[in-house]
């Protein structure tokens, strides 16, 4: 089974890069159904800064350093609530690689569910409460089950479908943590932004693992 | 149907905007603010932080102009950190005011009940305990539209809560009783805001929430998010009526007590309808015979572009009359003597 | 095509909006602010007036508040006389305006140049010579959007002209001085604006005149009326820059020169904007070696809920600059000391 | 011939009130276009004003004293640049009938003159600049013209046609007065609003005269 390397990581971090600046304005108008309609805004200014950084400094780091520096580049560019929670998910994502100058498949599935604890332990959220959790958690459990003896593929797959499901879910949810927590009711009815663009992450990773030789 | 017009501004690249922005502020008030060295969204009072004193930095994102720069000053706020348009600054900025506020004795972190600000100034607050500054938070959560208390955000009534703290600060009162008055302050301060039409950020221009012709949002916060719920839009008086309820509710006045005033717009609703508002407010608060310290009316917090109002009502005592009326000269904002 | 929805407003009856807001105005400043025995249009300065000093007197028509009534108070105008929206007060409170603001000296009259004021004021004059009070006028003409020198208006750089005004009143200088230094002032003064959306009259709620989604108007006066052209709307370096060529083909202005500077909201534009547009006026007055003694970026005189900007700039030298340094307070506005 | 007396005075001022508030958003339209769009504004300001004023104050007295309250009236609840144009216009014409408590047909002909020098002298304005001057000078050379012999029907639709064609002619001039001068030829093809409302009030008045039995 191939493995990725620092490089692999760039790439990657480039694909969900271009995909967040697709749907920039789409996830910007669903964070102002239930929320201050930026969300498409603050996911494009982190992620192109962590673009733009990991193109010229990255070259020759381990995917745990990768993850480090697109940590702090992300949550200094953007701040907002996503900054924090993002920032976090990449540190533990590169904690949980840490030292490896190539990860495998089974890496991977650590990293996807080592980014859900960070996300829950900086948001104190849990699933339920409409909030992107209600994406990485599921993707995080549905990755660790198809751990052992995964592919890559199958590994982000099952994480991608479970993201979805939980994004989709969080419809009909009632908002516990973030601005929408003061709608009540108003927010039933609409998917929350943040679980929107976790689910799109996700969905972006599956795709770019399944294109791949394995 | 064709896409609905984008809601025109005078913007360069609106990616640049906080930055330009920041630097129209520095040169338009050299002699009130400067740039802190170590992070360019650091803005920090020039005759506010000395030794010996608590500082008090105040910050969240941008947007609601003056809030939070123009209240950096002596006498109030030593710093602001400046995120980006709606958005929390990130911990870096944070850290460089509060490095920049210390006088020895503590740093007061003080800023709107959100989410994100509440995540990106608690990783301020560990990041600097190692480099042994002291940082302590007050969130401030005037908004009495949310029923739920843990839920309550900061919003136009941060003016009144940052002015009694940075009064105290400027009296070189401990670290503690710094804190207890802003807490103090917080738990006396009560606004209520209604939106008559969304704002649109640099980035989108477009209205960020949609809203009938004849409906208003009430109980919103100051990001251009809706409010508690959505209402007909009434006369002045009738929604004037409708706020000073909800905050009667709240506060639950005793004849006789004293409050500051501040009717604030949300960026487009011009003075005349607010004065008009104020004329309600006063004949509220005469009937049950509450008097008026101190009153300001105009644009104090606002949402960009957007229509609408709050009003917030400041419950006085003896020492925060004294806090309110203590000297304070900002960028944007002077009071006292 | 079904009719456009009336702009939302927090207003009662809109006949009743004026005189609701000066209500609303005089229980929030009273500090600052009387209403005349005389006439209900008349508002007075608490500390302005006082024997053997020449009386300011300003006015116009409402909907560009702060303008007038803000700017009354001790070392600015002893009195304004309010008119209807955009209408120009009646002969009668400019009157009353003007008994209560002399002290012996005579009565300065100023107000922007328009029909209305000039045709008001001109018989408030006449009447006021049967009460052997000396009332002189001179009118603001700062707009240089005008080609035409007699059409020129007054518009937000009434702001630095009734302060040097004002000053020079407070500093009891003689009748000819008070008004050789506001005719100076005003020659000073240069000021264009440009508007992006139309204001709504309470009265009918509609947009005052039609913009298409990408253009603005330039040279545009305060009451809603459109600019002397309409163009394109542009980046905010690019507005600037129009806006800067024409005030500097007009002043033509040495290097070394001082100058103080006021970027005026419309109403709707928000501060961002504001201070975007003076980045690149510093920029621009740097290259020219102009300094920069003061600056104001805020809603200083506005057209109700227009959204747009000024720009203007207060030409200094010795005289003027002590003028504008010298201490005023004001419901709305203090500066000095 | 018949003669008017003050309470006819006050039904043709409530005439012109009332077809005012039926112009009122019209009047404001056509200003917006080239000036603050306010003149159906001040129009219904100053003519209610009268109105009620009239209705309470008026019985017993003559048409000039009529004119005179009016005048005053019509200022102090306007201002603007109506009111002194009106008021002037109003004082002039109390005067042209002052003493009589019965006016006939030439002097209602001395009334229209008298307004329209009384608007020219405070407006210091001009035919052909674009202002109400140009409805009221030709109306009042027409009614001059009708005056002998002519009857008060003869005189005010004299008046009334030339006040109208005179405000259509400001469609094509350039402004030389108030807001509209400032537009240069952006003002072309545009009537003057004050020049509408003043062939209007002279349409009202000739109509008034016409239904009443000559
Ligand atoms: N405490 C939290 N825990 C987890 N996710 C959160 C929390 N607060 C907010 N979020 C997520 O952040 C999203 C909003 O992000 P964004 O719009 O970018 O920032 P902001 O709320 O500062 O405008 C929400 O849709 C939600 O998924
Ligand atoms: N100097 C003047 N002489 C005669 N008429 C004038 C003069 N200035 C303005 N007008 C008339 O006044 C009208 C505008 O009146 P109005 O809109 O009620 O007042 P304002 O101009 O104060 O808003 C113009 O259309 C014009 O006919
Ligand atoms: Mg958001
Ligand atoms: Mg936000
Ligand atoms: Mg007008
Ligand atoms: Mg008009």
Known sequence: MATLNGADFVALFQAIAQMI????????????????????????????????????????????????????????????????????????????????????????????????????????????????????????EAALGAKAGGSLKDITAAAADAGRAGAEATGSMVAGKGRSANLGDRAVGHIDPGAASAAMILDTIAQWASERAD | ????????????????????????????????????????????????????????????????????????????????????????????????????????????????????????????????????????????????????????????????????????????????????????????????????????LPQTRVPSFELGPEEMEIGLGIHGEPGVRKGPLDTADAVTDEIVDKIFAEMDPEPGEEVAVLVNSLGATPLMELYIVNRRLNQRLKDRDISVHASWVGPYCTSLDMSGMSITLHRLDGELTGLLDHPCDCAMFRAGQ
């Open chain 1, 21 to 140: 600046e697709r749907e920039r304005d789409h996830l910007s108008a669903l964070d102002g159904v239930i929320g201050d309609g930026d969300h498409g805004v603050t996911m494009s200014i982190g992620f192109q800064a962590v673009d733009k950084v990991l193109a010229n400094e990255a070259s020759g780091r381990t995917p745990a350093d990768i993850c480090m520096l697109a940590a702090k580049t992300f949550l200094n560019a953007v701040g907002a609530s996503v900054g924090p929670l993002y920032a976090t998910a990449l540190m533990r994502a590169g904690a949980a690689v840490k030292g490896k100058s190539d990860v495998g498949a089974e890496d991977v599935a650590d990293i996807i569910a080592a980014m859900a604890a960070g996300i829950e332990h900086r948001g104190k959220a849990e699933p339920g409460q409409k909030t992107m959790v209600d994406a990485w958690h599921p993707a995080a």
């Open chain 2, 1 to 200: 149907m064709s896409p609905a017009p984008k809601v025109k501004k005078l913007l360069n690249d609106p990616d640049n905007a906080v930055d330009e922005m920041l630097e129209g502020i520095l040169l338009a008030h050299p002699d009130h603010l400067v740039m802190s060295d170590e992070h360019h969204r650091a803005i920090i009072a020039k005759h506010g932080p000395r030794p010996g004193k608590v500082g008090l930095v105040i910050g969240g994102g941008s947007g609601h102009e003056p809030t939070f720069v123009g209240f950096v000053g002596r006498g109030l706020a030593d710093a602001a950190a400046i995120g980006n348009v709606f958005a929390s600054p990130p911990p870096d900025p944070a850290i460089a005011c509060a490095k920049a506020a210390s006088g020895g004795e503590g740093v007061l972190f003080m800023y709107g009940n959100y989410a994100g600000d509440v995540m990106n100034f608690d990783m301020a607050t560990e990041m600097l305990a190692m480099d042994d500054i002291e940082a302590r938070t007050v969130l401030t959560t005037d908004d009495v539209a949310v029923e739920n208390l843990e839920r309550r955000r900061g919003v136009a009534g941060n003016f009144f809560i940052f002015k009694a703290a940075g009064a105290a600060c400027d009296k070189m009162l401990s670290f503690d009783e710094c804190e207890r008055i802003a807490r103090k302050a917080n738990a006396h301060t009560f606004t209520m805001g209604v939106g008559l039409t969304a704002c649109s």
